[in-house]
């Protein structure tokens, strides 16, 4: 007789599971559901369990092992997630590239992963970057047979299940090791009702935003709906179609889809859950959104390495939309000073966190990933955030800023998010960054640029006029459009450049 397989019940109230078996149990349970759609293309759980038999048993004829990165470059697609999901059934690590790197830097992190195959878009095939390139769109011809099967492959929660590089934009991005206790994490704590979501995506799948509702969508069962490349109108267009239930966007892409004359005309009454990380979300927006589209809207602050995380209901916080929420049960979060110390709650120190949801450090870069790190009296790990951040007295955090983005003017602490919000309530500014740049008098001094039809010189001093002595900018430029990476964070160290040109 036989081996009897766990249902997909069984593994989702199990203390961890491989997503890789959720996918052949879900196969096996719900063959004709639609897994993913993308485009005019859609395939069934019992399609994308075949599937991803294919590329694991073609993996291990081709004599990849277990715990071997995998690279995958190229935008959205059915193809992108097949190769992931073959990667974690063969026991590899999916490491996912960013499309929007530079090819030198694509070439490192491809040398950095030890990634023996790179599974490619066309339109990338030509880069150089030192491995075998196996193309997406010609990956049927590499597969194995229909109907093969890997030979099992046992994971442990404390393997390596991706390998998810920084956003860096100069240099070599950092390899962030997510363990597979990280993801299940991410896919146990699904919401009631995960089974029937579908989940419309509209962020690219190399970035952490994206997998954090992808993965926990195809681990419960429910419909991934895949959009190649974000478009405001085109998002609005696809919910309606697919009825979509769950959505993860970046703040950029809200404020451009609150933006259409015409938003209030699409039908969004499916919405459940409508969630947002990786920038800056302005309260002004969250009591838009709360106000015009239906279902929850939830506020997720945390990083790709892990740490603490919290989360904001703002449709039932609306006094608190100012804040990223308060830490989610088993996160523990601190504020800490330059001295390494706990702050009193209400004073601004460095962000540190630490959950069941932590990397397990950064590939290769032992070095780096003790920068990372902060101890506590008992010796427990906290990763650094990265964050200037404060409490206040109900337990809700409040953001100041990037800590590197912190501007020291004159000895005075300058905070470049309290400048923008300033900038903003000028009617002629649409979109603005402030930078510190040098300063013969002060040693740093503060300067903006910014997106809108006023004038640079009488923005200037409109602002300079209203704002503290230290908070007064050096200098103001228009530009056609303030850079940010694919996730929405601006790119000030191209702004610096940018100034210093």
Not at 309 to 336: E, F, M, Q, S, Y
Request: with cysteine; hydrophobic share 40%.
């Amino acid at each position: 007789m036989g081996e009897t397989l766990p249902t997909a019940a069984a593994l989702l109230g199990s203390d961890f599971a491989n997503l890789a078996d959720l996918i052949r149990a879900h196969g096996r349970e719900q063959a004709s559901k639609p897994a993913i759609h993308c485009e005019d293309v859609c395939v069934t759980y019992a399609e994308l369990d075949g599937a991803v038999d294919r590329v694991a048993a073609a993996l291990q004829r081709d004599g990849v092992t277990a715990g071997t990165a995998i690279a995958i470059l190229g935008g959205n697609s059915i193809a992108h997630v097949v190769v992931f999901l073959g990667a974690l059934r063969a026991g590899c690590v999916p490491a996912p590239l960013a499309i929007s790197a530079a090819p030198d830097q694509l070439a490192a992190m491809v040398c950095d992963s030890a990634a023996p195959i790179v599974f490619i878009e066309a339109e990338y095939a030509p880069l150089a970057l030192g491995t075998r390139k196996i193309r997406l769109d010609e990956l049927d011809a590499w597969l194995a047979p229909e109907g093969s099967s890997p030979q099992p492959v046992h994971v442990t929660a404390a393997d390596p299940f991706n390998l998810i590089y920084s956003s860096g934009t100069t240099g070599t991005p950092k390899g962030v090791v997510q363990p597979h206790a990280m993801r299940w994490f991410h896919i146990a704590r699904a919401p009631a009702g995960f089974d029937r979501a579908v989940t419309l995506v509209a962020t690219p799948l190399y970035s952490n935003t994206t997998l954090v509702s992808v993965l926990p969508t195809l681990g419960w069962g429910g419909t991934v709906v895949l959009m190649r490349k974000f478009d405001a109108r085109t998002f609005l267009v696809q919910a309606e179609r697919h009825r979509a239930t769950i959505t993860m966007l970046v703040p950029v892409q809200y404020q451009r889809i609150m933006a259409l004359a015409n938003f209030d005309r699409f039908d969004l009454s499916s919405f459940q859950l409508k969630s947002c990380s990786s920038a800056p979300f302005s309260a002004a927006l969250k009591a838009e959104i709360v106000a015009r589209w239906p279902g929850l809207l939830v506020e997720y602050y945390g990083m790709t390495e892990g740490g603490g995380t919290t989360v904001l209901v703002c449709n039932a916080h609306p006094t608190k939309l100012a804040t990223v929420g308060t830490p989610l049960p088993g996160h523990d979060i601190r504020i800490i000073g330059e001295d390494g110390r706990e702050v009193p709650s209400g004073e601004i120190g460095e962000v540190v966190g630490r959950s069941p949801a932590m990397m397990s450090g950064y590939h290769g870069r032992d070095d780096v990933t003790a920068d990372a790190c902060w101890f506590d009296t008992d010796g427990q790990r906290y990763i650094r955030h990265g964050d200037l951040g404060r409490f206040d007295n109900d337990g809700f955090l409040t953001l100041i800023d990037r800590k590197k983005d912190l501007i020291i003017s004159g000895g005075f602490n300058v905070y470049p998010s309290d400048l923008e919000a300033m900038l903003l309530g000028h009617p002629g500014v649409q979109d603005c960054a402030v930078i510190g740049v040098p300063s013969e008098q002060w040693g740093e001094a503060p300067a903006g640029f910014f997106v809108g039809s006023g004038d640079p010189a009488e923005i200037l001093k409109w602002y300079n006029d209203r704002a503290g002595k230290t908070q007064r900018l050096a200098a103001l430029r228009r530009i056609d459009e303030i850079p940010r990476n694919p996730i929405g964070k601006i790119l000030k160290r191209e702004l610096r450049e940018r100034y210093m040109d």
